[in-house]
């Protein structure tokens, strides 16, 4: 394996335009030893199609897999992480973008900290359209807590995936590190894979580093949008199953706590009424947040599902 190497592990599903932008991004980075792995799931040729075009004015070695019959997501990531010839990876998915310097200011981490498991930076946000989106980008940082504070080798690597610091793309990770964590399946934690990835990683991580840069681009499609990149429910259900060290337990805790109003709603809507009651009746509710208007449209949800769930069984 490369050690110097670092391979960018792209999932494309039937957006041939955005995967160009995106294929373009990893073109302009100042960093050379790089290569492009990308998985298609689409349902025709047209990613393929662009990575042709893609070849023709780009140095960048690409290996592009056509997936026949498709993988779905996490199998399609997992097999990327398996093809990477790099020591090191990125992940990116196929509507976002890296900034040119994204790979340089990673790397340098690894300078600094020999032993890092993964770093990662700063998100733009922009529209669809690519707008750049200036006041979402600010609350992005500051709700997942990359803030200048943070900046550094974290002294509990696992923080970083408790607080959701993690981003779900635009990472650098070692490869082998990637390999064994592995994304998990929709079957398995829903709709949050990659929350769970990034959990999952920051706990065994032997270190994590937040560099206070900007080092990829968010895009807000409309199907980013409808479709919540972290449900609510399935963020909950792995923060409590998650393994901690004792340094993390409180942060973990209070995870919850934020988590658990919009949990105990995404689960009575997903006509799951029993773990919305657990979450209901948790220590994790926050006892404030019993005293308002929204804990009693809760309980209203979680009861409407009750005996929703009842009438169907009772047919």
């Given at each position: 394996?490369?050690?110097?190497?670092?391979?960018?592990?792209?999932?494309?599903?039937?957006?041939?335009?955005l995967?160009e932008?995106?294929?373009?991004?990893?073109a302009?980075?100042?960093w050379?030893?790089?290569?492009?792995?990308?998985?298609?799931?689409?349902?025709?040729?047209?990613?393929?199609q662009?990575?042709?075009?893609f070849r023709?004015?780009?140095?960048?070695?690409?290996?592009y897999?056509r997936?026949?019959?498709?993988?779905g997501?996490a199998?399609?990531?997992?097999?990327?992480?398996a093809?990477?010839?790099?020591?090191?990876?990125v992940l990116?998915?196929?509507?976002?973008?890296?900034d040119?310097?994204a790979?340089t200011?990673?790397?340098?981490c690894?300078?600094?900290?020999?032993?890092?498991?993964?770093?990662?930076?700063?998100q733009?946000?922009?529209?669809?359209?690519?707008?750049?989106?200036?006041?979402?980008?600010?609350?992005?940082?500051?709700?997942?807590?990359?803030?200048?504070?943070?900046?550094?080798?974290?002294p509990?690597?696992?923080?970083a995936?408790?607080?959701?610091?993690?981003p779900?793309?635009?990472?650098?990770v070692?490869?082998?590190?990637?390999?064994?964590i592995?994304?998990?399946?929709?079957?398995?934690?829903g709709?949050?894979?990659?929350?769970?990835?990034?959990?999952?990683?920051?706990?065994?991580?032997?270190?994590?580093?937040f560099?206070?840069?900007?080092?990829?681009?968010s895009?807000?499609?409309?199907?980013?949008?409808?479709?919540d990149?972290?449900?609510?429910?399935?963020?909950?259900?792995?923060?409590?199953?998650?393994?901690v060290?004792g340094?993390?337990?409180?942060?973990?805790?209070d995870?919850?706590?934020?988590?658990a109003?919009?949990?105990?709603?995404?689960?009575?809507?997903?006509?799951?009424?029993?773990?919305?009651w657990?979450v209901?009746?948790?220590?994790?509710y926050?006892?404030?947040?019993?005293?308002?208007a929204?804990?009693?449209?809760?309980?209203?949800?979680?009861?409407?599902s009750?005996?929703?769930?009842?009438?169907?069984?009772?047919?």
């Amino acid at each position: 394996m490369n050690a110097r190497l670092i391979s960018i592990c792209i999932p494309t599903c039937n957006r041939p335009a955005l995967l160009e932008q995106a294929l373009d991004s990893c073109a302009a980075q100042n960093w050379e030893e790089l290569e492009i792995v990308i998985g298609d799931d689409s349902r025709d040729d047209s990613a393929e199609q662009v990575v042709a075009r893609f070849r023709e004015r780009s140095r960048v070695p690409v290996r592009y897999e056509r997936n026949v019959p498709r993988l779905g997501q996490a199998a399609n990531v997992n097999r990327l992480f398996a093809r990477a010839q790099g020591a090191r990876l990125v992940l990116l998915h196929d509507d976002d973008l890296l900034d040119a310097s994204a790979l340089t200011l990673l790397d340098a981490c690894w300078t600094r900290h020999p032993d890092l498991t993964a770093a990662f930076g700063k998100q733009r946000v922009i529209a669809d359209d690519g707008t750049p989106r200036a006041q979402a980008t600010e609350a992005l940082n500051r709700d997942y807590r990359r803030v200048p504070e943070r900046a550094g080798r974290l002294p509990v690597p696992a923080l970083a995936g408790i607080d959701q610091m993690f981003p779900n793309n635009g990472f650098l990770v070692n490869t082998e590190a990637a390999r064994r964590i592995a994304y998990r399946s929709v079957e398995e934690v829903g709709e949050a894979c990659d929350f769970d990835f990034g959990l999952r990683l920051c706990v065994e991580a032997a270190g994590i580093c937040f560099v206070d840069e900007f080092v990829s681009i968010s895009r807000e499609t409309a199907q980013s949008i409808s479709t919540d990149a972290l449900p609510a429910m399935h963020a909950f259900a792995q923060l409590q199953a998650s393994r901690v060290p004792g340094a993390a337990q409180a942060a973990r805790d209070d995870a919850l706590r934020r988590v658990a109003p919009r949990a105990a709603s995404a689960f009575a809507r997903a006509g799951e009424p029993a773990a919305a009651w657990r979450v209901l009746l948790s220590k994790h509710y926050p006892l404030r947040d019993r005293l308002r208007a929204r804990f009693l449209y809760h309980v209203l949800l979680a009861t409407r599902s009750t005996f929703a769930l009842r009438a169907s069984h009772g047919k």
